[in-house]
């Protein structure tokens, strides 16, 4: 019988299908069993109905349990994939739209910043109960692979209190690997059209890097091209790059100043930061409106509302859809498979992960989550050592980790007062409101999504109270009447197919289905080709014990043992 692996938050189409899939691209896993659980009964069903479609059509041994009892869908479970969002839409729109009454201006608001940090008080006490669940009911050493924003804070609350081995996973790391390609393509063939005989393609397999940080801000401190290291180029190379030059002016900027460039996105960076965003005529000269993720206020919010509604109006669609086949050819970047396939199969696997620092970045505090390059294997997850950061990047992750730390700590101990300094600390907070506004911001969240934090139920009356008292007394502070700096209408079902632009709502919200895209324009065979190379690579290092991977490893099969042997090395 094969594995079993647990999808809390199946209801989610983008991550669940596409996950499913990678794993079922391995024929080791052909046979996995797979358990979906949700509290959405109806989006439940329809994505069941969509991946066994998938599993029918590919005549694959492979089974799918759904269910709305989460313990039932654990049971036995040998991984489970966090990929839920902890009061839907309703809740992410007061992440957005609250802070906006205050002056501050999200793109994104899932990490940090107002947004974020609420957001982290919802999925905290959740992911403590996901955590329980698994270490009753589920595998020995079963292995919680967290796709869930705030990745970093989720991932420091299960590892830190849930007492459930995790990896906080992402793919912004990917994103900028392949940006970083198409600008020492751009560099490499400089004079050269791409039809002329002697145009050089460079695709990501040709870049090696080391990118390291916290997740969506990690920076690739190296950059390896044909034996040299580009990181002093790519500058020259992002200025004279006729996309990226207007779509990352943030993520450039930040290049100029500090001389390493940083993930996730240009809308993502702008507000981890307290520079970009905080004057409202000035924002829109670092952001670019052709898709949400360079800037767009609240644009994440904008097209995870228009994929909902194009999933559900045009499911039948989907399923009448002819899919391309279950396969090589079609499995993402994603790790979460890849870490799957290294640890039963004992192929090697190089990715970026988000664990707990451990001393792996040096400059960084030890309980810090950091996302780091790691290696795959039968023998769990190996974590090298990078060492120090550039004293900049490190400083401006230090902001971001004292953050994080006090929302988690906050999280779990229902502390208001905690939270609302954790908010306080935030950089790009910090540069528009005053503390007094950051009370009155945070009460006014607290209130407003009181049936998701239960924590605070012995808070909320006192907000609400302090609130009433500071508009009584013409105190208020949230008097601003704007949709903010940059921000597109919700466009319906119908406006989004008249646009020609059918799919923007679902692939511009699942990040993972652009980068397939912009992958499989790089060419497929090639990438194919090197990934088998680098894996030999790799799996040189691996024996070899690079950096302190042989010794953060204890040859367990699980990353819980390896996380083990982590602390007692």
């Given at each position: 019988?094969?594995?079993?692996v647990?999808f809390?938050?199946?209801g989610s189409v983008?991550f669940?299908?596409?996950?499913?899939?990678?794993?079922?691209?391995?024929?080791?896993?052909?046979?996995?069993q797979?358990?979906?659980?949700?509290?959405s009964?109806?989006?439940?069903?329809?994505v069941?109905?969509?991946?066994?479609?998938?599993i029918r059509?590919?005549?694959?041994p492979?089974?799918?349990q759904?269910?709305?009892d989460?313990?039932?869908a654990?049971?036995?479970a040998?991984?489970?994939?966090?990929c839920?969002?902890?009061?839907?839409?309703?809740?992410?729109?007061g992440?957005?739209?609250?802070p906006?009454?205050?002056?501050?201006?999200?793109c994104?608001?899932?990490?940090?910043?107002?947004?974020?940090?609420?957001?982290?008080?919802?999925?905290?006490?959740?992911?403590?109960?996901?955590?329980?669940?698994?270490r009753?009911v589920a595998?020995?050493?079963?292995?919680?692979?967290?796709?869930?924003?705030?990745n970093a804070?989720n991932?420091w609350?299960?590892?830190t209190?849930?007492g459930?081995p995790?990896?906080?996973?992402c793919h912004g790391?990917?994103?900028?690997h392949?940006?970083?390609?198409?600008?020492i393509?751009?560099?490499?063939?400089?004079?050269?059209?791409a039809?002329?005989?002697?145009?050089?393609?460079?695709?990501?397999d040709d870049v090696?890097i080391?990118?390291?940080g916290?997740?969506?801000?990690t920076?690739?401190?190296?950059?390896?091209?044909?034996?040299?290291?580009?990181?002093?180029?790519l500058l020259e190379g992002?200025e004279k790059?006729?996309?990226?030059r207007?779509t990352?002016?943030?993520?450039?900027?930040?290049?100029?100043r500090?001389?390493y460039?940083?993930?996730?996105s240009?809308?993502?960076?702008s507000?981890y930061l307290?520079w970009y965003?905080?004057r409202?005529?000035?924002?829109?000269?670092?952001?670019?409106l052709?898709?949400?993720?360079?800037?767009?206020?609240?644009g994440?919010?904008?097209v995870?509302?228009?994929?909902?509604?194009?999933?559900?109006t045009d499911?039948?669609?989907w399923?009448?859809?002819?899919d391309?086949?279950i396969?090589p050819?079609?499995?993402?970047?994603e790790h979460?498979?890849?870490?799957i396939?290294?640890?039963?199969?004992g192929?090697?696997?190089?990715?970026?992960?988000?664990?707990?620092?451990?001393?792996?970045?040096?400059?960084?505090?030890?309980?810090?989550?950091?996302?780091?390059?790691?290696?795959?294997d039968h023998?769990g997850?190996?974590?090298?050592?990078v060492g120090?950061?550039?004293?900049?990047?490190a400083?401006?992750?230090s902001?971001?980790i004292?953050?994080q730390r006090?929302a988690?700590?906050?999280?779990v101990?229902?502390?208001?007062?905690?939270?609302k300094?954790?908010v306080?600390?935030d950089?790009?907070?910090?540069?528009?409101c005053?503390p007094?506004?950051?009370?009155?911001?945070v009460?006014?969240?607290l209130?407003?999504?009181?049936?998701?934090?239960p924590?605070?139920?012995?808070?909320?009356?006192?907000?609400?109270?302090?609130?009433?008292?500071?508009?009584r007394?013409?105190?208020y502070?949230?008097?601003?009447?704007w949709?903010?700096?940059?921000?597109?209408k919700?466009?319906?079902?119908?406006e989004?197919?008249?646009?020609?632009?059918?799919a923007r709502?679902?692939l511009?919200?699942?990040?993972?289905?652009?980068?397939r895209?912009?992958d499989?324009?790089s060419?497929k065979?090639?990438?194919t080709?090197?990934?088998?190379s680098?894996?030999?690579?790799?799996a040189?290092?691996?024996r070899?014990?690079?950096?302190?991977?042989?010794?953060k490893?204890?040859?367990a099969?699980r990353?819980k043992k390896?996380?083990?042997s982590?602390?007692?090395?």
């Amino acid at each position: 019988m094969g594995i079993k692996v647990a999808f809390i938050g199946a209801g989610s189409v983008g991550f669940t299908r596409r996950l499913m899939r990678d794993i079922l691209a391995v024929p080791e896993l052909s046979d996995t069993q797979f358990a979906f659980t949700d509290i959405s009964k109806r989006n439940l069903d329809m994505v069941t109905r969509l991946c066994r479609k998938d599993i029918r059509n590919n005549d694959l041994p492979a089974d799918i349990q759904a269910t709305t009892d989460r313990r039932r869908a654990l049971d036995g479970a040998d991984y489970v994939v966090n990929c839920t969002r902890i009061g839907g839409l309703e809740a992410f729109r007061g992440d957005i739209d609250i802070p906006l009454k205050y002056g501050v201006d999200q793109c994104v608001g899932d990490t940090l910043c107002a947004g974020g940090i609420l957001y982290g008080q919802r999925n905290v006490p959740c992911i403590l109960e996901f955590c329980k669940d698994i270490r009753e009911v589920a595998g020995d050493d079963a292995l919680l692979l967290n796709y869930a924003n705030p990745n970093a804070i989720n991932t420091w609350a299960a590892n830190t209190y849930g007492g459930v081995p995790t990896i906080g996973l992402c793919h912004g790391v990917q994103g900028g690997h392949k940006q970083l390609a198409d600008v020492i393509e751009l560099l490499v063939n400089e004079g050269r059209d791409a039809d002329d005989p002697n145009y050089v393609r460079v695709t990501p397999d040709d870049v090696d890097i080391i990118c390291a940080g916290i997740n969506h801000q990690t920076w690739y401190v190296q950059v390896l091209y044909d034996g040299q290291d580009w990181t002093d180029r790519l500058l020259e190379g992002f200025e004279k790059h006729p996309t990226f030059r207007k779509t990352e002016k943030v993520r450039i900027d930040v290049l100029r100043r500090f001389g390493y460039y940083s993930t996730e996105s240009n809308g993502h960076l702008s507000e981890y930061l307290p520079w970009y965003r905080k004057r409202p005529k000035e924002t829109r000269q670092w952001i670019s409106l052709d898709n949400w993720i360079n800037g767009e206020t609240g644009g994440y919010l904008r097209v995870c509302t228009e994929g909902r509604n194009w999933f559900q109006t045009d499911f039948p669609k989907w399923m009448a859809a002819d899919d391309p086949p279950i396969g090589p050819g079609d499995r993402s970047n994603e790790h979460g498979s890849h870490i799957i396939e290294g640890l039963e199969t004992g192929r090697v696997y190089r990715g970026h992960f988000n664990v707990p620092n451990d001393g792996c970045i040096t400059n960084l505090p030890d309980d810090s989550i950091v996302e780091v390059p790691g290696y795959v294997d039968h023998n769990g997850v190996s974590i090298p050592q990078v060492g120090d950061l550039p004293l900049a990047c490190a400083a401006t992750l230090s902001a971001s980790i004292n953050v994080q730390r006090m929302a988690v700590e906050a999280a779990v101990a229902g502390d208001a007062i905690l939270l609302k300094q954790a908010v306080l600390h935030d950089p790009l907070t910090a540069a528009v409101c005053t503390p007094e506004e950051v009370w009155q911001m945070v009460d006014e969240m607290l209130v407003a999504q009181a049936k998701w934090l239960p924590q605070y139920a012995d808070e909320i009356p006192a907000a609400k109270k302090r609130l009433a008292a500071a508009k009584r007394g013409k105190r208020y502070k949230g008097t601003w009447t704007w949709d903010g700096s940059a921000r597109l209408k919700v466009r319906s079902v119908q406006e989004l197919r008249d646009a020609g632009d059918k799919a923007r709502g679902v692939l511009d919200a699942d990040k993972a289905a652009a980068q397939r895209a912009a992958d499989a324009e790089s060419g497929k065979t090639k990438r194919t080709r090197r990934r088998k190379s680098s894996r030999k690579k790799a799996a040189k290092k691996s024996r070899t014990g690079r950096g302190k991977s042989a010794k953060k490893s204890s040859g367990a099969k699980r990353a819980k043992k390896s996380h083990s042997s982590r602390k007692k090395s």
